[in-house]
């Protein structure tokens, strides 16, 4: 069971979620927040001693859910392209629907090349490619002609594309739609011929349930 300090916690962190989301990071002011929360600057400076810890604790929490998400899906047996192909749909859907994910993503943006990048989301999504596709390579599950860093580049650069189409307000189903077609166009270019049938391009079930018990 959580604790009162736990949950005011929690919801300090939902709440700066949601106004660095909607404000953006330089715009938010700790005062909002901690009206939002339904707590005193009091409370939320016995958490937070600054805009700047709670703004990485709002990464922190989306490094979590990432994590977990990975995690999850590997301990599941999935092939690593596969769980690379979730990975996508998972990130679509967080930024549809969860403020967290969202927040994560602009405060990284937002305060770039700041000292410390250890909860820096974007970061912690290239450390989780580079994982997967070093375990797909050793599975014998990527071409073997692939330029170094390729695909790493490829995958970072199809995420932005995919923060991009989300924060234009494309419908979801469109926007899962797009993903699954953009896994049709990099597939044949990351695994052997012949091997595309082995992989789900489509948004599968487990995204869903990650983002709603995140």
Do not use: N
């Not at 939002?36 to 929490?61: M, N, P, R, W």
């Not at 602009?106 to 090349?113: L, N, P, V």
């Not at 797009?178 to 079930?205: C, N």
Request: net charge neutral; charged share 20%.
């Amino acid at each position: 069971m959580q604790t009162r300090a736990e949950r005011t916690r929690r919801r300090l962190v939902l709440a700066g979620a949601e106004l660095f989301d909607r404000d953006g990071y330089a715009s938010a002011t700790l005062g909002q927040i901690a009206t939002t929360a339904g707590v005193t600057k009091g409370a939320l400076y016995f958490h937070f001693a600054s805009k700047g810890e709670l703004a990485d604790a709002v990464q922190e929490q989306g490094r979590l859910m990432l994590c977990e998400y990975v995690e999850e899906r590997w301990l599941a047996v999935q092939a690593p392209i596969q769980v690379l192909i979730d990975l996508t749909h998972w990130l679509a859907l967080g930024l549809h629907e969860d403020p967290v994910i969202r927040a994560s993503c602009r405060i990284t943006s937002e305060r770039a090349g700041r000292e410390s990048a250890a909860t820096d989301f974007h970061q912690v999504w290239i450390r989780k490619v580079l994982l997967l596709l070093e375990r797909a390579q050793q599975a014998g599950d990527l071409r073997g002609h692939l330029v170094e860093d390729g695909p790493q580049t490829l995958l970072s650069a199809a995420v932005c594309g995919i923060e991009v189409l989300a924060g234009s307000g494309l419908p979801y189903p469109e926007l899962r739609r797009r993903v699954g077609a953009l896994w049709e166009s990099l597939l044949p270019a990351l695994v052997p011929p012949g091997d595309t049938g082995r992989y789900r391009t489509a948004e599968g079930a487990a995204a869903q349930v990650a983002v709603a018990g995140g």
